[in-house]
């Protein structure tokens, strides 16, 4: 069993920045991959990006550039550093995991808003 947890979202301006956290614990020995992904308001569930074990990163193509993330493995976290955010970037944030089963966080709130 793998448990995750979220952190840093909130409210921020247009053109701001936030740096989201997914903390995991348990069995964190068996994750092989930890992605982010976003769910805005009447709108499916949408890729953000991943990490894998061995360290190779692969993002959603539109967010490159604007999104980056990255782990610190003997804190078990991986981090979400979103930059230049945008209202439509506003959407429920969540982490998961593959450990080879399904993981996902109870997700973190991201509002952007002037």
């Known amino acids: 069993q793998v448990q995750l947890v979220e952190s840093g979202g909130g409210l921020v301006q247009p053109g701001g920045s936030l740096r989201l956290s997914c903390a995991a614990s348990?069995?964190?020995?068996?994750?092989?991959?930890v992605g982010w992904y976003r769910q805005a308001p009447g709108k499916q569930r949408e890729f953000i990006a991943l990490?894998?074990?061995?360290?190779?990163?692969d993002y959603r193509d539109s967010l490159k550039g604007r999104f980056t993330i990255s782990n610190d493995v003997a804190k078990n976290t991986v981090y979400l550093q979103m930059n230049n955010l945008q209202p439509e970037d506003t959407a429920v944030y969540y982490c998961?995991?593959?450990?080879?089963?399904?993981?996902w966080g109870q997700g973190t709130q991201v509002i952007v808003s002037s």
């Open positions: 998961h995991a593959l450990a080879p089963d399904k993981y």
């Open positions: 990490i894998t074990r061995g360290g190779t990163i």
């Open positions: 348990g069995s964190t020995s068996s994750i092989t991959v």
